[in-house]
C-alpha cells in the first residue's frame, strides 16, 4: 500500500500485488497524481484499474484526465458513479446565485428589447453549493491539463466504467475486493477490504466515515495494513475556524471520525492483528499529526510490537513511504 496524498485536500492510495495495482480515488490533478507516483516509483502505466470509494471532490478532482490518459477502466457503485457525473455535467454545476444573475441579465435584456417574457433556458439545472461542503471538500473546477477533445464533448467520459456493490465480493486481477458501506454524507460511500490472493495479505481502507458501524468493525478484522481515518481533534474542531454548521457536519454521524473514535475503535473493536495502521485524512485545521498518532498509541500501546501494530501518519502534502509486506 502506498499513500500518495491524505486528507480534506485530496485522496489516492495504490493498492498492489502482483502484476495487479489498484489507484483507490483519484483526489488530486492527474498532474500531480503522476508526479506523485514518479517520486515513490510507482508506474502509472502499471495500474489496472481506479477505485471510487465516493463522489466527493477530494476524491475524485484527477479522476477523469487520469483515467483518460491511462486508458483504465474506473469502478464505481451505480449511485456513486451518477452522482459523479451529474457533478461533471456543465449544465448542473450553475449555483443558485450565478442562475438568478444569469436570469435578471437575460431579462432585463429582454425588456429592453421589447417586453417579450422570458423563461429560463430548458437546459439549466440548478445545483445549489452546498456551503459546508465547500470548506471540506471543494468544488470541482475544469483541470487545465483537460484539453483532450472527447473531454469537451462529455466531461464524464471514461474510458470505461464498471459497477460494484457494497457487500457483493469481486476480483481484479490478482486482487479480491470487499467493499463495505460507510457512514458520510455521500451517494453511497464504500471502504475496501483487498484481498492479494497469492500472497495471504489484506488490506483495508476506511476514511471518511461519521462512526465506526458494526459492519464495519467486522469488515476490518484480520487486516494486515490498516487505513484508518483519525480526522479532528474534538477540542481543535469546537475552538477551530469552521463554521457552526461545517462543525456539526464533521461531527455527525455522517461526517468525519475524530481521534477519540478510532482510538476507541482501537482499543475496543481492533483485533491487533495489523502489521501496520496508517492514519489518515488527518485535518490540517482541526487536528495536528502527534495528537492523532498519541491517540492512537495510547489505545494500543500494550500491543505494539516491531512484527505488528506500527503506526504511521499519512500526509496530505507528500507521498509515504511505501508498505511492503
Ligand atoms: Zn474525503
Ligand atoms: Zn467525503
Partial sequence: MTVLASGSKGNATIVAAGKTALLVDAGLRCRELLKRMAAVGEDPAALTAILITHEHVDHVAGLSVLARRLGIPVYFTEQTHRAWVRM???????????????????????Q???????HAPAHTVMAVADESESVLEPTLEPDPDDDTPVAKKDPAALPAVEYFRAGNNFSIGEIDIAPFTIPHDAADPCGFVFH?????LRMAIATDLGYIPPNVKMALKNVDVLLLESNHDLEMLKDGPYPW????????????????????????????GAHTIVLGHISESNNLPELALLAAEQAIANRMSLLGNRLVLAS??????S???
Fill in 245 to 272: 454548521s461545517v462543525k456539526q457536519r464533521v461531527l455527525s454521524r455522517v461526517g468525519h471520525l475524530s481521534n477519540a473514535a478510532a482510538a476507541e475503535f482501537l482499543s475496543h473493536d481492533y483485533d491487533g
Fill in 323 to 325: 508498505i511492503c509486506l
Fill in 112 to 118: 429592453a428589447a421589447e417586453n417579450t417574457p422570458i
Fill in 196 to 200: 492479494a490472493r497469492s500472497e495471504s
Fill in 316 to 321: 496530505q502534502s507528500e507521498p509515504s513511504a
Fill in 88 to 110: 461533471m455535467t456543465p449544465k448542473t454545476t450553475m449555483t443558485y446565485a450565478k442562475w438568478l444573475e444569469m436570469r435578471e441579465r437575460e431579462h432585463a435584456a429582454a
